[in-house]
């Protein structure tokens, strides 16, 4: 869009004294007159240029400016839209740092556990073998007192078995009568602390 400029004139105050100078310079000529109009004609055109000149370069820097303002506009939008992207992006990063949180002190805690678990299980264990290996010890002491218990028992009854009967008094001066197996079955006898009576 161009803007039009159009010749300016000059302003009433000014034109009144020129009026009223011509009136009263009457003697000057025609010829000086059309001198100075051509100057000031020449000096409103190059003004009128200049002007034109400077609105064209800032109407070429607003152009500029406008284009750059909207690719800047569009930039920042888009720069908004990421930092709008990473804040949710990083708000999910924190939730899940917080969950991994959760879940490594849930780990650490169940750990420790474990190892108090662990060392109470070592600990029983170790009062499982102490108890067995008492057991053990009792055990071998249970099967050295049967062993002696067996060996006097056959002690016992080699010394039983090797005992006479109340009726045997040989190698003691008797002599043994003939006696047939009903006959002694028939004999009663009786052991006391008096010694050995015959009932016959």
Do not use: C
Request: hydrophobic share 30%; aromatic share 6%; proline share 2%.
């Amino acid at each position: 869009m161009r803007l039009k400029i159009t010749r300016l004139s000059w302003p009433p105050l000014l034109r009144q004294q020129k009026t009223s100078s011509k009136a009263s310079d009457t003697e000057k000529s025609d010829e000086s007159d059309g001198v100075v109009e051509s100057v000031e004609e020449e000096s409103d055109d190059e003004d009128i240029s200049e002007l034109q000149q400077a609105y064209n370069q800032l109407y070429k820097e607003s152009y500029k400016l406008a284009n750059s303002n909207v690719k800047l506009s569009k930039r920042l939008k888009e720069a908004l839209e990421e930092v709008d992207s990473l804040k949710k992006v990083n708000d999910d990063t924190q939730v899940e740092i917080s969950q991994l949180k959760n879940h490594r002190k849930t780990l650490t805690d169940k750990v420790r556990f474990l190892e108090k678990d662990a060392f109470d299980r070592g600990g029983f264990k170790k009062a499982l073998e102490d108890k067995v290996q008492k057991l053990e010890t009792e055990l071998a002491n249970v099967h050295l007192s049967f062993k002696k218990f067996d060996a006097g028992s056959q002690k016992i009854d080699e010394i039983w078995n090797a005992q006479r009967t109340s009726f045997d008094m040989t190698g003691i001066g008797y002599k043994e009568k003939a006696s047939t197996s009903s006959q002694l079955a028939s004999k009663p006898y009786s052991t006391k602390a008096q010694g050995h009576i015959v009932i016959n």
